[in-house]
């Protein structure tokens, strides 16, 4: 079994450390736990680290890769709703 163990440490502005350690299979079980903090930050602080999360989904999938698409789509539309606004 060829699993990487790749780990992206996330910091937000408020201290509160955010730890996704992300194995190869598990990328989109990490986008999900990600999801969940929409109810627990500040929109600014939430795209923040969905930036970030997206960023390093990019180093190590393809661009076009559907969980890269799908978390890219998904902070468009929040960012649309609640910060544009």
Known sequence: VNTILKEADLFCPNSVRINFTIY???????IQSFF???YELEPKHYLQIGYQLLDKLKERLADEDDRVLF???RLQSFKARWVEK
Do not use: G, I, P, S
């Not at 190869?24 to 990490?30: G, I, R, S, T, V």
């Open 71 to 73: 978390l890219e789509k």
């Open 36 to 38: 969940k903090l929409k």
């Open 24 to 30: 190869q299979e598990k990328y989109f079980e990490a």
